[in-house]
C-alpha cells in the first residue's frame, strides 16, 4: 500500500466514525461497567513474603548496601 492511500483510507475511516457518534444522544450521566474498586484482589492489610527479597536479589541487575542498583529511565 501507497501512503496517499493509507493517509486518503485513515481520513475516510475517521469521518464515517465522527457521522456515527451524530447518533449517539447526549446524557450529563456517567456509567461505568464495573464498580470503582479494586476488582483483582481482596482489600486487605498487605502481606509480607519471606521470598520476595531473595527473589529480587536473584534477577535485579546490582546490588549495593540492600539497594537494588539499575540504570536510571530516559524522559521522553
Do not use: C, Q
Amino acid at each position: 500500500m501507497d501512503r496517499e492511500k493509507i493517509r486518503k483510507d485513515g481520513l475516510k475511516l475517521i469521518d464515517e466514525f465522527s457521522e456515527m457518534l451524530k447518533e449517539v444522544k447526549e446524557t450529563d450521566e456517567t456509567h461505568y461497567v464495573v464498580d470503582l474498586k479494586n476488582v483483582t484482589r481482596d482489600d486487605g492489610k498487605p502481606e509480607r513474603k519471606k521470598e520476595f527479597r531473595e527473589k529480587m536479589r536473584r534477577i535485579a541487575p546490582r546490588w549495593e548496601d540492600n539497594h537494588v542498583i539499575a540504570e536510571k529511565g530516559r524522559k521522553e
